[in-house]
């Protein structure tokens, strides 16, 4: 899976709650110690006290954890969170972040048809999740995430490619912008740049589709006076 990544350009971010052995993380790793997941908060806090580094707590996240969240976050170098719902999202907003050099680092879950969590693709509001992370001082978004766990329950390879397409479909809805957030962020980098890049093209068309208008409207008046006069 680490060579297929590779090839893809992706990082690969193994889960380690079913093990939950430094060993099989660091198999899992390929020897990094970089980039897991994990299901709860002891095992994040495990992981952390032992030379994992970029981890992912992969459950939309509750505010009676936001204070050992905040003690993991400043163990590590990145320590990401989750939400699926705006009220988590103000919650994590009204709290201070893990240090003065630290914000939270979120990531938004997408529900790809599993049904357990994760925002609607489909509602233009999920988005507003997102804005409000960029928009807020304390928190940096850090990119959005699917889990396909009904995928457990097919029986053929058609069933599972069926599950797997939902799943790609569900981050790329109808929404270029949201999109774009979704293919920067297999890496979890630089994403912030890129939607500010593309929200910036698109202001920016939008400017000029104006000017065009305007353009054609005073060429139609000065028609008309020519051929008045
Ligand atoms: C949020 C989340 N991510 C990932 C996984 C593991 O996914 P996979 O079975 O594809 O390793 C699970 C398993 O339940 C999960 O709950």
Redesign the pocket.
């Known amino acids: 899976m680490t060579n297929k990544a590779k090839t893809l350009n992706c990082d690969l971010r ?2 380690v ?2 093990h939950k052995t430094l060993q099989g993380a660091y198999l899992q790793t390929n020897g990094t110690c970089r980039k897991i ?1 994990v ?1 709860t908060l002891a095992e994040a806090s495990y992981f952390a006290n032992n030379g994992f580094d970029d981890i992912l707590y ?2 939309p996240i509750t505010s009676d954890k936001l204070h050992d969240a905040a003690v993991i976050a400043n163990k590590i170098q990145t320590f990401h969170i ?1 939400v699926d719902n705006i009220i988590q999202l103000n919650a994590i907003l009204a709290t201070p972040p893990p240090s003065s050099t630290k914000l939270w680092s979120i990531i938004v ?1 997408v529900d790809c048809g599993y049904h ?2 994760g925002v609607d693709p489909e509602d233009i509001n999920s988005l507003n999740i997102i804005q409000n992370i960029n928009a807020a001082s304390n928190a940096t978004f850090a990119g959005i ?1 699917t ?3 009904h ?2 329950d097919c029986s053929n390879k058609q069933e599972i490619q069926k599950i797997a397409k939902d799943e790609r479909d569900s981050v790329s809805f109808n929404s270029f912008f949201f999109y774009n957030v979704f293919a920067v962020n297999h890496t979890f980098q630089n994403y912030t740049q890129t939607v500010y890049t593309n929200f910036s093209k698109l202001i920016f068309i939008y400017i000029c589709f104006c000017v065009a208008i305007f353009l054609k409207f005073v060429l139609k008046q000065v028609v008309h006076f020519s051929q008045k006069y």
């Open positions: 193994p889960h709650k079913t997941t299901s992969a459950v989750m879950m357990r969590d995430y889990h396909g766990g995928s457990y």
